[in-house]
């Protein structure tokens, strides 16, 4: 969505949410609106927050619970500048890759490893050619049900009222099941011979402060939400 948004890059920040209720409240209150409202200037009409679940790494060396574990590991990333940042912070390699290159070069060895929510680890097969799963949660991933704002508009007023309220409905329904398969499948992954680590989430977060200033800036005045989101406004 940064392609279309900027801001959006709100929601990229490392160790952001404490909990997924802390991003539910989020995305469901005023700043999550607000950032969902800027898309109309594209053309796009935001109906509803879904989400992707939290990101956690995978790798095939060795687990990560501190941050110096994941120093030298070379790790798929998505094309996205923070995410990026976060990685080198804690001394490793980010390296984008197109998704569906991805498990050839895990089987090959051309990165160590990658990080996803485990929704996607899971139904990717990623544990045939990893070892490792730590948790690490260093990124919240919201996702949306967008649809185009003109086509929105022309319906009419109780038509609108009826498509928001069914979108909200569906979020509700869609997280349930995102996090239902995060908990069976993080126990199936361990049963298929994955290593499944704790991580040290306050030093991981230390780690990475120096992202927030990276790239705080960027949001101009909208940095304030940032520090309105940690406050839990």
Known sequence: MGGFEKKFMLFDFPFLFKSKQHAYNTLDGKTGQYVMGLLEKQGLKGLAWYENGFRHVTNSRRPIAVPADAKGLKLRT?????????????????????????????????????????????????????????????????????????????????????????????ATYQREQITSMENEQAAKLKELGMTVT????????????????????????????????????
């Open 78 to 170: 998505m094309e996205n500048k923070v995410h990026m940042a976060i990685w080198k912070a804690l001394g490793a390699d980010p390296t984008p890759m197109a998704w569906g290159e991805i498990f050839t070069a895990l089987q090959q060895g051309t990165v160590d490893g990658q990080e996803n929510p485990i929704p996607v680890i899971y139904t990717s097969k990623v544990y045939e050619v990893q070892k490792h799963l730590s948790l690490t949660g260093h990124v919240f991933s919201p996702a949306m049900i967008i649809m185009s704002k003109a086509k929105f508009d022309a319906l009419p007023k109780e038509y609108q009222t009826i498509v928001l309220k069914a979108a909200v409905e569906s």
């Open 198 to 233: 704790t991580t040290d989430t306050a030093a991981l977060l230390e780690a990475t402060k120096h992202v927030y200033e990276q790239f705080k800036g960027e949001l101009g005045a909208d940095a304030r939400l940032l520090d309105e989101i940690i406050a839990g406004k």
